[in-house]
């Protein structure tokens, strides 16, 4: 089946500590997106990507980093400069103009 | 930053009834599009609506789009237990396919 796998579905950070999230698609598309969601809220940009190599900040890119050396996949990195990094975290896809396909997300605690 | 808006932020209803959501933006825009999200999963598109058309139909939903008010409706027409969810518009307005989803209506519907 073709879609979009987000993994680990529950993820626990320690202080101090890098946490990556992996998001990898068969759907062959070209952009990919990561998206942070807190409770009762939308989702707001934090990367994207429209190609292999190449990304952009979205609007609270600050504390993230994030890969594109593949088509298929777009890890995220949420590192110790995020202060706050409690939340679901939801990876997406698309082509050009065309709607955005969702995984299933990855929730991010602190221990 | 958040362009949409829907309203209500909450809509409770019985099986059978319609529902109606609003969405409200700010900025032009090429497309509109809503999605669905069910409690601790990732989203699913509903319909897209595109700036020069007024309505559009998908089975039991009806999406309507203002342009000249900056505003669009969702209508679920004799609404299921299983339409209980979250209800998201997003907003597109250019070549770099980002989207700009608004806080949410949390639709439930009472068997």
């Known amino acids: 089946d073709g879609g979009i796998t987000q993994s680990p579905k529950y993820l626990f950070r320690k202080e101090g500590q890098n946490v990556t999230l992996s998001c990898e698609q068969n759907?062959?598309?070209?952009?990919m997106y990561w998206y942070r969601q807190d409770p009762g809220q939308g989702l707001r940009l934090i990367y994207y990507?429209?190609?292999?190599?190449?990304?952009q900040k979205g609007d609270i890119a600050e504390g993230y980093s994030v890969s594109r050396e593949k088509k298929e996949s777009f890890p995220l990195t949420v590192t110790s400069a995020q202060k706050n990094p409690t939340a679901f975290y939801l990876c997406?896809?698309?082509?050009?103009?065309?709607?955005?396909?969702f995984g299933d997300g990855t929730r991010l605690s602190i221990l | 930053s958040q362009q949409g808006e829907e309203d209500p932020q909450a809509l409770s209803i019985q099986e059978g009834e319609n529902a109606t959501m609003n969405c409200s933006y700010k900025?032009?825009?090429?497309?509109l599009q809503w999605y669905r999200q069910n409690s601790g999963r990732g989203l699913v598109h509903l319909i897209l609506?595109?700036?020069?058309?007024r309505e559009k139909h998908s089975g039991r939903l009806r999406v309507t789009l203002d342009t000249s008010k900056k505003s669009s409706s969702l209508l679920i027409t004799a609404s299921r237990a299983a339409d209980t969810a979250s209800y998201f518009c997003?907003?597109?307005?250019?070549?770099?396919?980002?989207?700009?989803f608004g806080k949410g209506t949390l639709l439930t519907v009472n068997p």
């Open positions: 990507s429209q190609i292999v190599n190449d990304f």
């Open positions: 997406a896809s698309s082509v050009s103009g065309e709607p955005q396909h």
């Open positions: 759907l062959n598309h070209d952009a």
């Open positions: 900025t032009s825009i090429n497309n």
């Open positions: 609506i595109r700036s020069n058309e």
């Open positions: 997003a907003t597109g307005g250019g070549s770099n396919y980002k989207l700009t």
